[in-house]
């Protein structure tokens, strides 16, 4: 059966631009969690689903539908592309903080289980090596400079129209950052035999070079 690669790292860090390229190199799908409890997110707002109400939450999820668009670009979520609001920062912080409630990580993680139950598949996210796919032959980590990745998200952001105030960015990442490293329940870290990649100075062509190295050395891929 073709492998797991379980991709995490924080906000910034090139993890989803690099994971979606290494999986178009490799033939395989690629599965971005992180767009998942993004979704879970935006729909508690609009729907006014308290945060704290793990009832309310676990009956949302029970009714959420996930499918990807063609390209592994996009989500639809009952049916509903939620691709580009998604994308928003707004959704990033929605994320975080829905991502503390165990009862919506226990029902997002059976089903990234099942998405990659098969194998040939690229998942990226932030407890893919420690907690979805801990026997996974492949772990990468990776991350950046701080400043970096507040530059990167910036640009992703006003490349889709948004006005960025890069200092506020910047903090918010590292509070969400401080929030992801700190929660109870699969705080994000490096499984203890991750590779773990800096992309700070690096090409997306030579992170992607790099991790599909690692897969070669540790797969029959």
Do not use: C
């Not at 599965?31 to 689903?49: F, H, K, L, P, S």
């Not at 029902?107 to 996974?136: H, K, S, Y």
């Not at 329940?185 to 700070?200: C, E, G, H, I, S």
Request: charged share 30%; proline share 4%.
């Amino acid at each position: 059966m073709r492998p797991v690669i379980a991709i995490d790292g924080p906000a910034g860090a090139g993890k989803s631009s690099a994971s979606r390229a290494l999986a178009r190199r490799l033939g395989f799908q690629y599965v971005d969690t992180g767009a998942m409890y993004r979704a879970v997110g935006v729909i508690a707002a609009e729907q006014g689903v308290s945060f704290e109400d793990d009832e309310a939450l676990a009956a949302l999820v029970d009714g959420l539908r996930f499918e990807g668009t063609p390209g592994g670009d996009g989500l639809t979520v009952n049916g509903r592309d939620l691709s580009a609001t998604i994308r928003r920062a707004d959704a990033g912080e929605l994320a975080s903080r829905v991502s503390t409630r165990p009862v919506v990580r226990e029902r997002l993680v059976a089903l990234q289980r099942r998405l990659g139950a098969t194998g040939g598949v690229v998942m990226e996210g932030r407890d893919i090596g420690t907690v979805v796919f801990p026997d996974a032959p492949v772990k990468l980590y990776l991350t950046a400079d701080p400043k970096e990745r507040a530059r990167r998200r910036a640009l992703e952001l006003r490349a889709r129209g948004e006005t960025v105030d890069e200092a506020a960015l910047a903090a918010e990442i590292a509070a969400r950052d401080r929030r992801d490293q700190s929660r109870a329940t699969a705080p994000l870290r490096p499984a203890d035999d991750a590779v773990v990649v800096d992309t700070t100075t690096l090409t997306l062509e030579e992170v992607v070079e790099h991790l599909a190295g690692v897969v070669r050395a540790r797969t029959a891929v």
